[in-house]
């Protein structure tokens, strides 16, 4: 089983990014897809989620991202998706996807964003 995120880089204040993480290996269409973050020397801190259950796929963010931040998914293709808008120097990260299906969890390496001018 595997996820791979990319997509990160560096944008200035205000700006958008999309990361992108693709899964194999597992059932993805029945694992619940998060995305966590993480910055040096502090815990890694969760995200977003996006749930399974058909067409209304709930969605739930942390209040820090809420209103900016849009997680998605595509089962077809195996991907889960983070869109990030109007990005602060807070959110400065090592971005981690992450899917749990049943009992079993799994994380990508990490995509690094930076927000900086």
């Known amino acids: 089983a595997q996820l791979v995120e990319s997509g990160g880089g560096l944008v200035q204040p205000g700006g958008s990014v999309r990361l992108s993480c693709a899964a194999s290996?597992?059932?993805?269409?029945?694992?619940?897809m998060r995305w966590y973050r993480q910055v040096p020397g502090k815990e890694r801190e969760w995200v977003a989620t996006?749930?399974?259950?058909?067409?209304?796929?709930?969605?739930y963010y942390v209040d820090a991202v809420k209103g900016r931040f849009t997680i998605s998914r595509d089962d077809a293709e195996k991907m889960v998706y983070l869109q990030m808008n109007n990005l602060k120097p807070e959110d400065t990260a090592v971005y981690y996807c992450?899917?749990?299906?049943?009992?079993?969890?799994?994380w990508g390496q990490g995509t690094q964003v930076t927000v900086s001018s």
């Open positions: 290996g597992f059932g993805f269409s029945s694992a619940v």
């Open positions: 992450s899917g749990l299906a049943g009992t079993d969890s799994y």
């Open positions: 996006i749930g399974t259950i058909p067409i209304r796929r709930p969605t």
